[in-house]
């Protein structure tokens, strides 16, 4: 069965550069969450979005965006990266309209900063 | 096969009743284990990290438990109230990798 897609797995960047992670639900969910983890950390809840709208906005940075697009996909977006931006940052998937609140992860993109 | 199970996957209780979530997990090594509180379409909302060493731990009316030497770990809810309505989830911690249950959705009836 499909799951959660997310790219690249891994990025290495420098300081002050930009970066794109993106997240590809399973089929037909329409809910996507992001998550920064960083190293020894507690996953921080970064933003989410139902049906293409965002639905909650937690620590998401000012330098980072992020965006569903028609096809459910998501991408996060950051800018002026810094080395405290390094960390795993993991996506969700669920399906609102089935209402079991069940949540599919993806495997993470781990992003270093240099 | 995923490394971190939660059963049940859906639970209806009726106010005031108390239940219990389980997890078992399969990861090894095995760092800490937590369990968070997600109301759907929100992020997730810590409620307890347990390590190896601890085998309970609680917050409020929330209770887990944890038997490293059969990998289970509970979640007890007491006098459950409607805002317990969520989803909650068991994030095993290996190093710096986590694995995630998939979440029990609980939803609690007046």
């Known amino acids: 069965a499909a799951g959660v897609i997310q790219s690249p797995r891994h990025l290495i960047k420098e300081k002050r550069e930009t970066a794109t992670l993106k997240c590809y639900p399973i089929?037909?969910?329409?809910?996507v969450y992001w998550y920064q983890q960083g190293p020894g950390q507690d996953p921080q809840f970064l933003i989410s979005?139902?049906?293409?709208?965002?639905?909650d906005k937690g620590s998401i940075p000012d330098r980072f965006s992020a965006q569903q697009f028609s096809d459910y996909h998501s991408e996060l977006n950051m800018s002026s990266l810094e080395l405290g931006d390094s960390a795993l940052y993991f996506c969700?998937?669920?399906?609102?309209?089935?209402?079991?609140?069940?949540?599919?992860f993806g495997e993470g993109s781990r992003l270093t900063v240099l | 096969k995923n490394q971190v199970e939660q059963s049940p996957q859906s639970l209806i209780i009726l106010e005031g009743k108390n239940c219990t979530l389980q997890?078992?997990?399969?990861?090894?090594?095995?760092?800490?284990l937590r369990w968070y509180k997600q109301d759907t379409g929100r992020g997730p909302v810590s409620l307890t990290i347990?390590?190896?060493?601890?085998n309970t731990k609680s917050n409020g009316r929330y209770t887990a438990t944890l038997d490293a030497d059969t990998k289970q770990s509970s979640l007890h809810i007491t006098a459950s109230q409607l805002s317990d309505s969520a989803s909650y989830i068991c994030?095993?911690?290996?190093?710096?990798?986590?694995?995630f249950g998939a979440g029990t959705r609980l939803t609690v009836k007046p």
């Open positions: 994030v095993v911690s290996q190093n710096n990798d986590m694995r």
């Open positions: 979005f139902y049906e293409k709208m965002q639905s």
């Open positions: 997890c078992n997990y399969t990861v090894s090594p095995f760092s800490n």
């Open positions: 089929p037909r969910h329409d809910t």
């Open positions: 347990m390590t190896f060493s601890e």
């Open positions: 969700a998937s669920s399906l609102m309209a089935a209402n079991t609140g069940e949540l599919f």
